[in-house]
């Protein structure tokens, strides 16, 4: 693996820069870890890239084409199609029911519209996310994956929009940074009694965040929360000669809170 010159010549700046910093010894231990470990992605990326040509390898996704970059995360594991294992169950279960709106929230480049517009051909895909740099990748996404005709891509989300899916079998998969506590109210938005959904919970914008979105849905819905933080994780066959850091650097997703997941299915 061939370091590119100018990769390294803004590592070693953003080194000095961090030495240099006045910030307290912890953080910028912590900063320096970090530029280390996305140096060390940066070439893994280039070279698996060139080997597999953008084209995700496993998972509920296998051979849905990616971009170069993503608008938010992380890149690696979503090519080797490791990305959020622990939803791979639920995804797969969705995949086999006949939605006929995917409505996601919080799109970002379109991991997940795209992917489930390739596994439910019939269904129409509403892509939400309010960076315009996001809406625009996932564009691309679409027109690369041949399924632009049936994904819809818009930038904010408003509540009262589920009414617009009430008539319809629906998905909603929402993954809004903290937001689902505000917009996941089937009191307020009473369609949402009707509708599957998978919601990313943030509970360090809200301690009681889980606790809050299952007592809302548990009257209609069948609720299981899904703990990301124990997932079982190995290598893509073929990469086990990697050595042990890189094989974490390739499924690693660098979260930084935990953040459980809904699975809530309408009764």
Not at 12 to 18: E, H, N, S, V
Not at 193 to 204: F, K, N
Request: some cysteine; overall charge negative; aromatic content about 10%.
């Amino acid at each position: 693996m061939q370091v590119q010159d100018p990769l390294r010549q803004q590592v070693d700046a953003k080194l000095r820069q961090l030495i240099d910093s006045d910030s307290p010894h912890f953080n910028r231990s912590y900063d320096v870890l970090l530029l280390g470990a996305a140096y060390r992605l940066a070439i893994l990326k280039e070279f698996f890239v060139n080997h597999y040509q953008f084209k995700v390898q496993l998972g509920p996704f296998q051979g849905m084409q990616l971009l170069k970059d993503v608008s938010d995360g992380c890149f690696l594991p979503k090519l080797f199609g490791s990305y959020e294992s622990t939803l791979h169950p639920y995804i797969e279960r969705a995949c086999g029911k006949e939605y006929e709106a995917v409505v996601n929230i919080g799109s970002a480049e379109g991991y997940y519209s795209i992917g489930f517009a390739r596994r439910l051909p019939t269904a129409s895909i509403h892509a939400y996310d309010i960076d315009p740099r996001a809406q625009h990748f996932c564009k691309e996404m679409a027109h690369l994956n041949s399924v632009q005709d049936r994904v819809t891509i818009k930038d904010r989300f408003d509540g009262r929009m589920f009414e617009d899916f009430a008539g319809q079998r629906s998905l909603i998969f929402c993954d809004i940074e903290g937001a689902e506590i505000d917009l996941l109210n089937p009191e307020q938005f009473p369609a949402l009694e009707r509708m599957d959904l998978i919601v990313e919970i943030h509970s360090g914008q809200c301690k009681d965040a889980t606790d809050i979105i299952r007592s809302r849905f548990s009257r209609t819905h069948d609720v299981v929360i899904v703990d990301n933080q124990h997932r079982q994780l190995s290598v893509p066959p073929g990469l086990t000669h990697l050595s042990e850091l890189d094989q974490f650097m390739i499924l690693w997703e660098a979260r930084r809170e935990h953040t459980p997941w809904a699975i809530m299915t309408a009764r």
